[in-house]
C-alpha cells in the first residue's frame, strides 16, 4: 500500500498534462500512487493518461463525465489508498524532492497538514486556529496544491460544493479540511511547486460580482461549524471581504460598476460586519476614499460614522 496518494484533475490539459506527470514521476520519493482523474476532456488528455498508465503501474486513470475540479478530487480520494493526499493541478509541476520533503515533515511532526512554497523564513509550526484564519483572510495561499493532507481529514461533505462556485471552490475545501483537523499545521519555506499562472486560468476570465462574493461569503460562513464560529472567524472573513473590495476597486473598474459594488448589500454588509466585528481597517478607508467621488463618499461615510459615534455612547 503506499504511503502517498496524488491526486490531479484533468480537463483539457493536453499541452500541459505532459510535464506534470513527468514532474511527479520523477520524484525522489517513490512509494506513492498517481490518480488522474480525467474529467470529460474533450481534447487528447485522456489518451494521454491512458498513455502514461500502460507504461507505470503505479497510475490509474479514472474516466468520469465532466463534473469540476471538487467532484474530480473526491473521486480520486475515494480511491486513494495513501495515507496522506497530495493534489496537483494538471497544469504545474513538482520539485523532484517534493513529495519527500512534505512526507519527511508530516511524519517527524504532530501534525495534519504541511504546507510548502511558504515565503522565506515562514517555517516550522503553525497554530491550528491561526491557520484557519489564515484559510479563511487568505494569509495563506487557498488552493490544494502544494500541501500534503492526512487522508482522515476529508469526507463527502468537504467537497460538497456546487458547480455555480466558478471561483473559490479551492478555498472552501482548504477552510472545511482546516476545521476537520484536530494537530497543528507545518510550513516549509522552500518552493517546492511550480504553479502555471498562464491566461486561461478561471481567475483571468471571471468577472466579479457584488451578488457573487454575498453568496461566496455565505458559503464560507457556513464551511465553519457552528461549536467555534466565535469573533476571531467572524473578523476572518471581515478582512477577506475588504480585499475583495480593493481588489475591485484597484482593477479601475467603469463607474456604473462601481456604483452598483458599493451600493450592493456585500459592500453595506461589509462595513456594518467591521463596525460589528472590529475597529474600520486603514485598507478599507482606503478603497473608500481612494476609489469613489467626494459626492458618493460623503454619503457613503457619513452613515458609518454616526453608526460608530452612536454604538460608541451605548
Known sequence: MPSVSVIVPVYNAAQWIDKCIDSILSQTFSDFELILVDDGSSDESDIICDRYASKDNRIQVIHKPNGGSSAARATGVSRACGEFIFFADADDSLHPQCLEYLLDAIVQNPV????????????????????????????????????LYRKRLFSESIFNIGRDVVVGEDMLMNIRCAFKAKKNVWLIDRHLYNYNDHPQNTMHSFKRTPEYEARFIDLVLHSIPDEVRDRRYLRAINRYAYQIIEEVFG?????????????????KQTLDNILRYGNPTTRLGYAKIQHTAPLLRFFLLFPAKIKKMLTATK
Open 112 to 147: 495534519d497538514i504541511v504546507i510548502c512554497n511558504m515565503p522565506k523564513g515562514k517555517c516550522g509550526e503553525l497554530d491550528l486556529n491561526l491557520y484557519r484564519e489564515s484559510c479563511i483572510d487568505r494569509s495563506i495561499y487557498p488552493a490544494p496544491w502544494g500541501k
Open 251 to 267: 482593477d479601475h473598474i467603469i463607474i456604473r460598476d462601481r456604483k452598483k459594488w458599493v451600493s450592493s448589500k456585500f459592500y
